[in-house]
């Protein structure tokens, strides 16, 4: 993740962007809106969930797809990328702007 949430300065900020449970399926009332050192804090959009801690206990693992990730990308040498057919290219890391 990066501090740099990519949206902050447009007419809807997006926070972090989309809230996953672990098998993918995106908790749309849900943003990841702040991050903390090795903790990112989800907020919910809308009413509140007085039922929260019964559906997400402490200790559920979430997925968090980010909107920019530029600084996450910038710390290693290649890329691995899943073709829709499941096979797998290593792209090798642009170094220069």
């Known amino acids: 993740m990066s501090r740099d ?3 902050q300065r447009q007419k809807q900020d997006f926070g ?3 809230v996953c449970l672990e098998n993918g399926e995106v908790l ?3 943003m990841m809106s702040g991050a903390n050192q090795e903790h ?4 919910r959009t809308g009413t ?4 929260i801690e019964k559906r ?8 968090i797809l980010p909107n ?5 990308g910038a710390q290693h040498p290649a890329y691995q990328a899943v073709n829709t ?3 797998v290219e290593t792209w090798p890391r642009f170094y220069r702007w």
Request: with cysteine.
């Open 40 to 43: 990112g804090i989800i907020s």
């Open 85 to 87: 057919d499941g096979s």
């Open 16 to 18: 972090y962007r989309l």
């Open 68 to 72: 920019h990730a530029c600084a996450t």
């Open 48 to 51: 509140p969930d007085h039922e």
């Open 28 to 30: 749309r009332e849900y």
């Open 5 to 7: 949430r990519g949206t």
């Open 56 to 63: 997400l206990p402490i200790g559920t693992r979430l997925r």
